[in-house]
């Protein structure tokens, strides 16, 4: 049902159930908001969407209050913002003052929401807050001082993952967001998926920072430095320097980062097409020994986490091949003196914890030296003076000269069912279609069949934790020959370390990006990289 | 006869209503019976230890007395209470009877002999039996004079855990009522024509919920009791349940039956040992005589009730937030709409009222809504447990007809010296306010938020009396401190709003850290932020706690301003409650030992030796100004 | 706690929990790690949402208590009548605030809004006993007993 209503004397349509708030959003009115999630119901929590209802002069929260007939609102009358500069005031009052050195200080919704309401000085004096900080993590850094009790991390931590890392702990002044008995987020079963990275609103969490190491050992060390930056970090600064073609890209921060000091550089690819030909490799035997179990192939450490230990019937369907990164490391640190100082540059913090997770280590050290973002390696740059687009272009090193376009599109979404297709096909009869999906899925659930050798076989495309568990039962079935899985509804692209870009359409960009490359590129998939053909045949594998 | 079948005589064999008089117990015995007038106050007064003694002196004297374990009458100055009945003389009740005291008492009375006068407190005269001398009567007290008594007797001479007790009283006949001659619409009229009023504090018209939660289908629907009660200084809901548990079963079978729920769940704070423990036994009563269970005594309705102990959180007081901690998550109010009539527990149309409430509906069902009616005035029928502490003479539970003035309540709770030393009352709690003494007038009415008639916003019933000694800024700072450990945290507005306002009353009442011209100015802002802060939360906070907790800081400067500025300005708190105001030292080069200040002070906090310069000890020091007084040297500094 | 997990039905619906978080705590004193993954298994609950759920209420304890549990009174009354000094003076003399225990594990203090003793207040209550009027000299005294 359609009827109209007044908001700052205009009339406007709305439709029955809709919220005040997302009418105002609609129509272009900006309300500051600090406990909204989009996609999640709203919990009323902050108080700070409040309008005014000029009827009774009531304040209510736009957020949770749906619109009614008659209603006159006012969204910015005198009372309306003088509720909301007592509102931020009151969480100013205990709220740290050192923007300066934090790291969200050019991002932190507080601050900008303070500055709109012209905020200049602390009107209720208060002690700063003094909270320990969560440092158990190697990826996610909690620094509770900064915490607003917006409630977003919790929110999404249960809800959208069901996990519950973190809660909401006691009430009153006591009230604070904690893992249990307080232990830490590595003693917890946070899945170190960063998620909560994302949807923080000031500095609370933040990821944990190695670009200051790094930075020393590139002045310090005597190692060979080697860094690997994941397709995903490319195309994210391609996309944000528009820079239109992803070779170019990929080139330009090759240049900037050999002039920096590294080494040699490459992509991810290498390790991406390992992965891809392995993956083929064991599902090509598993459709030969006729076993009617479903593989769940992933390379996303998060999602590994999740099914070891929150769905361990699913455990033993994992292909268990090395993540991309790791097949890298082994690849690169390949005797026991070895001489390589390995940074990796990902989208994400769950890398972080998979690099220091002990089967991923020679005698107590990480194969992996150091992980940064691709936040991090933006600010590498930035403290190098290195503009994009850069001067130089160079090509990245053996192995990673030989790079497929399967590389970047492994990472994006249906990539690995995509790219681990092709390949199949390709080992099969030579012959593989282009674009399998059509690749227009935003779906985070699809499912999709193939013939290989005239059978006929499903396989599944899974992003998130939620489509996941509603599908837990069909693998288990034997449904389908393999599901890929990602935690990621945008896959890695979507990465919670990834640049802060608030284009809504980022990802569609991006993919574009990728698509053109792999479009007009005949090396598509991984047995046709020379490297990986050299490894087939070597059995360069894992020491 | 097994209980079914005494239940079903006495029920629903015939309609008619038992003549019963309240007061006298109609106990035609040959041996004395004790009555021990035992509920958690009393304990706390020592009434076990009194028992004991009593058991004891049975024993040791061989005689044959029965003792009664019933429920105290709310005067708990008087605790413990002990009532005696002797063959052929009137009911006599003893008062501040300690176990000490019970053997010489004892012997007194079973001779017919007047004890102390101490121990007299009343007797309940009736025509049948020989009246005693100088125990006044019970009716002319005046703490039972300003109450009417309709949802409690007066005195309860029986057991509270006795169901054939109560339907001596016509207990659940109004539920038999309800189940053989009422659908659940004619009830919901009932309640609605009756103008019945919450009273845990919102003072919704209970009618109107229950009729909206009926004409919803979705079924299974639910009918919640709300005995959490952490108001501190409201004991009302408690002292319901330890005396009359059956009442409040009743209540709740009527209700659940008027919005078609078969379910009814008594949510009682687990604090509350004594009335859990009385509330599950008249339960099981209840199931054995038939009256919860499947198909009722073949009327095809569904009742069942059942307890769930809360575990402690005065937010869960809300009505969403006690259905939240219902479905087993942290307390913390939803917002509204919807309203829980609509969807409540687990999603489904629920009612939640308070105890007191509930204890009005059996009696407005057995004698109508217009004899409801009769008491209280418009807008304001009946009556409200108000629980009266503090700086009074007569502290208790007193069941007052709405509409009585405050200055009427405070003669009967005091006694005349100390009616004069009012300074204030506090009423309703966290949620409440202050009322001035020129507002003692002011009638005890529900106050229509909309159109504030007056300050009167009495909450649950806590009702504290305030002389000189007790500071306003103090009390402010207590109730603070009260919402800032209660709230449930998720609001902004509340959670630091409380947090604030604690933080500004904190730095009022003590002495700054430093003279600097910064800090004064922020301890001369702190009333125009007070305000500030009080305005919006009551505008945007989520739920009642956040909304009326600044109530009292607001009363507090409406009518003590001048007490509050005192504080700011002169750092003086004439309570002398305050003491951190200010700071005593010895100024050395003043000084010159004469050791009089020593002598003045009651604290022992100044040492020194004779003709050397004395030095004041600040942890002992209780600011009491006695040397500064005494000093002629002017050696001693106030800052 | 074994037995006691035993005791359930193999799955329980989340209504329960702080009915059962309650028996529990009825007897052993306190909820502890071990029996909160455990139970979280049986319920559907996260750990971590069950500690959050907990930790919210009064009654709950996460530590073993005691072999004293003080419960000073700081209900309106008790204040009125002057108890907040006994509050003090109480941490004063044993270091312990609200919840928290001595090292030699033999008080544990917690404050409680209203023991029902208006009339008798400033009240303290020690494990089943109740002190009624009590002043600083009886406080005093209290605690060396209970030393």
């Known amino acids: ?543 | 006869m097994t209980l079914k079948d005494i239940t079903y005589n006495y029920l629903f064999k015939s309609t008619e209503l038992f003549e019963i008089n309240n007061f006298t117990p109609d106990l035609n015995i040959d041996i004395p019976v004790v009555f021990a007038f035992r509920s958690t106050c009393s304990i706390i007064a020592g009434i076990d230890d009194t028992i004991s003694y009593i058991e004891k002196y049975i024993n040791e004297n061989s005689i044959n007395i029965k003792i009664v374990e019933t429920s105290c009458p709310g005067l708990c100055s008087f605790d413990p209470v002990i009532g005696v009945k002797i063959p052929g003389r009137t009911l006599i009740l003893l008062k501040n009877l300690y176990y000490y005291e019970v053997f010489s008492v004892f012997d007194s009375i079973l001779n017919h002999f007047l004890p102390d006068t101490k121990f007299l407190l009343a007797q309940i005269y009736d025509q049948k039996y020989n009246s005693w001398p100088e125990f006044p009567d019970f009716f002319s007290l005046k703490q039972v004079k300003i109450q009417k008594r309709n949802i409690l007797e007066p005195i309860k001479t029986y057991s509270p855990i006795s169901i054939t007790d109560y339907f001596a009283k016509n207990g659940f006949k109004g539920f038999a009522k309800v189940l053989t001659k009422l659908t659940p619409s004619e009830v919901c009229s009932i309640i609605e024509n009756s103008e019945l009023k919450g009273r845990g504090g919102g003072g919704f018209f209970t009618g109107k919920k229950w009729r909206k939660a009926l004409e919803n289908n979705n079924n299974p629907k639910y009918f919640i009791c709300n005995a959490d009660e952490s108001d501190p200084g409201s004991v009302a809901g408690r002292i319901l349940i330890e005396t009359d548990p059956f009442k409040l079963i009743e209540g709740m079978l009527i209700g659940a039956y008027a919005i078609n729920a078969s379910k009814a769940i008594i949510y009682v704070r687990n604090t509350y040992k004594l009335a859990i423990e009385r509330l599950k036994k008249a339960i099981e009563q209840t199931k054995s005589a038939g009256l919860s269970g499947d198909d009722i005594f073949g009327s095809g309705i569904n009742l069942s009730i059942e307890i769930v102990t809360g575990p402690v959180a005065y937010v869960c007081g809300e009505e969403t937030a006690l259905i939240s901690s219902l479905e087993g998550s942290r307390g913390m109010p939803k917002p509204k709409p919807p309203y829980p009539s609509d969807k409540g527990f687990l999603e489904k149309p629920t009612i939640v009222n308070n105890v007191e409430t509930i204890f009005n509906i059996p009696s407005i069902i057995l004698y109508g809504a217009e004899s409801f009616k009769q008491t209280g005035i418009k807008e304001s029928f009946g009556t409200k447990l108000f629980t009266i502490s503090g700086k009074v003479d007569y502290p208790g539970v007193y069941e007052i007809e709405l509409g009585t003035s405050i200055a009427d309540v405070l003669s009967a709770v005091c006694d005349d010296e100390s009616v004069n030393s009012i300074k204030a009352v506090h009423i309703g709690g966290p949620s409440g306010g202050f009322i001035h003494p020129d507002k003692f007038y002011e009638k005890l009415v529900f106050n229509d938020s909309k159109n504030k008639s007056n300050d009167i916003w009495f909450g649950a019933g806590s009702f504290v009396v305030l002389n000189k000694s007790n500071c306003i800024v103090d009390v402010c700072k207590y109730f603070l401190d009260f919402d800032v450990n209660e709230s449930c945290g998720k609001c902004i507005p509340c959670r630091e709003g409380t947090r604030v306002l604690y933080d500004i009353l904190k730095r009022i009442s003590e002495r700054p850290p430093t003279n600097s011209k910064h800090e004064t100015l922020q301890r001369f802002k702190g009333v125009t932020q007070l305000e500030e802060i009080a305005v919006v939360m009551q505008e945007t906070s989520l739920c009642g706690l956040g909304q009326n907790a600044p109530i009292t800081i607001i009363t507090g400067l409406k009518y003590f301003r001048d007490e509050f500025e005192e504080h700011i300005y002169e750092k003086k708190c004439d309570a002398g409650v305050c003491r951190d105001l200010k700071l005593y030292n010895i100024n050395i080069d003043n000084c010159v030992g004469c050791g009089l200040c020593v002598k003045r002070c009651p604290a022992d906090a100044i040492i020194g030796s004779l003709h050397t310069a004395h030095f004041i000890v600040q942890e002992r020091c209780i600011k009491c100004g006695n040397c500064f007084k005494a000093c002629k040297f002017n050696a001693v500094n106030i800052i | ?147």
């Open chain 1, 1 to 543: 049902m359609e009827f109209t209503i007044t908001i700052n004397n205009k009339k406007i349509k709305v439709s029955n159930n809709e919220k005040i708030l997302d009418v105002l959003r609609r129509i272009g009115i900006n309300i500051p908001t600090l406990c909204n999630v989009p996609g999640l119901s709203p919990t009323g929590a902050c108080r700070l969407c409040v309008v005014e209802l000029n009827d009774t002069n009531e304040l209510v929260p736009s957020c949770s209050t749906p619109v009614r007939v008659g209603m006159n609102i006012s969204t910015h009358s005198n009372k309306v913002i003088n509720a909301r500069r007592v509102i931020v005031n009151l969480l100013l009052s205990n709220h740290p003052d050192n923007c300066l050195y934090c790291d969200k200080r050019s991002y932190c919704e507080l601050h900008q929401i303070a500055e709109n309401l012209n905020i200049t000085d602390r009107s209720f004096p208060g002690e700063p807050k003094k909270s320990k900080s969560d440092r158990s993590s190697p990826g996610i850094l909690r620094e509770m001082s900064k915490c607003i009790l917006c409630g977003r991390c919790v929110r999404i931590c249960e809800e959208m993952l069901g996990i519950s890392a973190i809660d909401i702990v006691n009430r009153g002044k006591n009230i604070e967001i904690e893992t249990i008995f307080k232990k830490g987020l590595f003693y917890s079963n946070c899945i170190h998926c960063g998620l909560c990275i994302k949807y923080c609103p000031t500095g609370a969490i933040i990821e944990k920072s190695y670009v200051q190491n790094l930075i020393d050992k590139l002045n310090n060390s005597e190692k060979e430095k080697v860094i690997v930056i994941s397709n995903s970090t490319i195309a994210d600064i391609s996309n944000f320097y528009g820079i239109k073609k992803f070779t170019d890209c990929r080139n330009n921060i090759v240049g900037a980062l050999k002039d920096i000091g590294f080494d040699k550089v490459f992509t991810l690819s290498p390790g991406n097409e390992i992965f891809i030909y392995e993956n083929a490799v064991k599902i090509l035997n598993h459709i030969k020994d006729k076993s009617n179990n479903t593989l769940i192939v992933t390379d996303c450490p998060a999602a590994k986490k999740y099914v070891k230990s929150e769905l361990s019937e699913l455990s033993p369907l994992l292909t268990s091949i090395p993540s991309p990164q790791q097949i890298l490391a082994k690849f690169f640190k390949k005797s026991d003196d070895s001489n390589v100082f390995m940074t990796v540059v990902t989208p994400c913090v769950a890398n972080k914890y998979e690099a220091v997770q002990s089967s991923n280590t020679t005698k107590g050290v990480p194969d992996i030296d150091i992980v940064i973002s691709s936040n991090e390696l933006l600010k590498l740059f930035n403290t190098y003076g290195i503009e994009f687009p850069y001067s130089r272009k160079q090509i990245p090193d053996n192995p990673s000269n030989s790079d497929t376009s399967a590389g970047p599109l492994f990472e994006t979404k249906g990539g690995i069912s995509e790219t681990l297709i092709r390949e199949l096909l390709y080992q099969n009869q030579k012959s593989y279609p282009k674009k399998l999906f059509e690749i227009k899925n935003d779906k985070n659930f699809i499912e999709f069949s193939f013939v290989l050798n005239n059978q006929q076989f499903k396989i599944a495309s899974i992003h998130g934790i939620s489509s996941l568990k509603e599908k837990v039962e069909d693998i288990l079935s034997g449904k389908y020959l393999f599901v890929e899985l990602r935690l990621c509804e945008n896959a890695c692209i979507d990465g919670c370390v990834q640049l802060r870009d608030d284009d809504p359409d980022k990802f569609k960009k991006i993919k574009k990006l990728i698509l053109d490359y792999d479009e007009t590129n005949n090396s598509d998939t991984a047995s046709k990289n020379p490297f990986i053909k050299a490894y087939k045949n070597n059995n360069l594998k894992q020491k």
């Open chain 3, 1 to 147: 706690m074994e037995e006691f997990l035993n005791k359930l039905p193999t799955s329980v619906s989340k209504t329960e929990l702080l009915r059962i978080l309650q028996e529990f705590q009825d007897k052993y004193g306190y909820l502890d790690n071990d029996f909160i993954h455990e139970l979280s298994k049986k319920i559907g609950i996260q750990p971590g949402k069950i500690f959050g759920i907990a930790s919210f209420y009064s009654q709950f304890r996460f530590k073993p208590s005691g072999k004293y549990i003080v419960n000073l009174c700081s209900g309106v009354a008790c204040h009125i009548n002057s108890s907040e000094n006994l509050i003090n003076e109480f941490t004063k003399l044993t270091g312990l605030k609200d919840g928290e225990t001595s090292t030699d594990g033999k008080i544990t203090l917690e404050l409680v809004p209203c023991l029902g003793g208006c009339a008798n207040s400033p009240v303290v209550k020690v494990n089943d006993k109740y002190y009624i009027k009590v002043t600083k000299t009886d406080l005093l005294k209290i605690i060396q007993e209970l030393k």
